[in-house]
């Protein structure tokens, strides 16, 4: 007797059913979303933690590399009180008031567990979000591409007064820090955490910093810092083992002599860049390839070989080393390649849905809170 065959399952009953659900809520996130709307598509923003999570994970008071111009989405202007480049705090008021004014529907600390598609009809989607699923024509994976730090793979990295992450620069005070890295992140940390009277050590693997890819308001600081000793570089040095009451580097000296380093630090800070989270991208299959794991899919379209799923943002850029390519100032128009795509499709409706259009009941309801609630 032949072996049955295994029934198909069943496509899951969907507590929402949209055109387009967004994997993330960035910048690039919310502007596709935006897009799309005005596009008469009805899509949602599903994001794993706060609005704007990778950003919100920056030391406060970080500002920008890029200028305001180049990091406004959705064609809303980005003004500083001072005119300056945005701070992590301005940057992140600025995309509430964006998502706000646009109405876009974003569900926060909603994490994405798993993406299918319908048994029954193999051209839509289904996401499951925490228990719930939604189903879907498309599916956009703007997540971004520094999801968790790098690690040393060394002994004793996992201890609590080890971080990937600079924290508020106040808890510092007083303290004795290793900064362990040579670019941005951690010259920035080493420069913010000097300041708040930090007794500051950097490590880093190379003879001296790289000429290119520091912040140019950074470099002549760092440099002379180091200069004057108030903060002591350690250059051809490696961590190699973390213990509570010491940290082990070995230092290659001018000589070329190697030497082995006992020092106690209260914190160490591992900045030494971030690793993008693959898993949607290998749960679904999507093929990728080297530097960086970077997703394949077409740049006319944004498409991967899976119809209906898509990339945008710095996610198209995997894993990135410290030389950048792919920013979030040079990604803005995956958002009309996509809805071009999906209107040329037939996803959408022919007519903008109302959400996203700035009518007058939010005037009235202002008004109808002056008239209660007056200020003066």
Known sequence: MKPTEPNAAAPHEPNRVCDVVVVGG????????????RNGIDAIVVEA????????????????FSSN???????????????????????????RCVVDQFKVPVETFSRVEKIEPRPDEPRRWQVRVQSKWIEASAVVLAIGGTDH????????????????YLREAHHYHGRRVLIVGGRNSAVEAAIRLHRVGANVTLSYHREELPTTSIKYWLRPEIDGLIRS?????????????????RVDLEQTLPDGRHHTLHMHFDDVLTLIGYDQDKTLFKQLGIAMEDPGG???????????????IYVAGTAVGGTQSSK??????????????????????????SEPSDEAQTDSSSDTALNRQIEMNPES
């Open 26 to 37: 960035g910048p690039i996130g919310i502007e596709t979303a935006i897009e799309m709307r």
């Open 49 to 64: 933690g706060p609005l704007g999570h990778t950003i919100s994970w920056w030391a406060p008071q970080t500002r920008w």
């Open 69 to 95: 111009d180049r990091i406004s989405i959705a064609g809303v202007p980005l003004n500083t009180v001072d005119q300056a480049k945005a701070s992590r705090e301005e940057y992140l008021t600025y995309l």
């Open 149 to 164: 730090p790098n690690r040393l793979n060394i002994p004793g990295e996992d201890l609590p007064h080890v971080d990937g």
């Open 229 to 245: 000793k108030a903060i002591e570089a350690l250059f051809e040095s490696r961590v190699t083992a973390i213990t509570p009451e």
């Open 294 to 308: 970077k997703p394949v899919h077409d740049d006319a379209t944004m498409e991967t070989a899976l119809p209906g």
């Open 324 to 349: 950048y390519q792919v920013f979030l100032e040079n990604c803005h128009d995956h958002a009309t390649k996509i809805t071009k795509h999906l209107l040329e499709n037939g996803i959408g409706r």
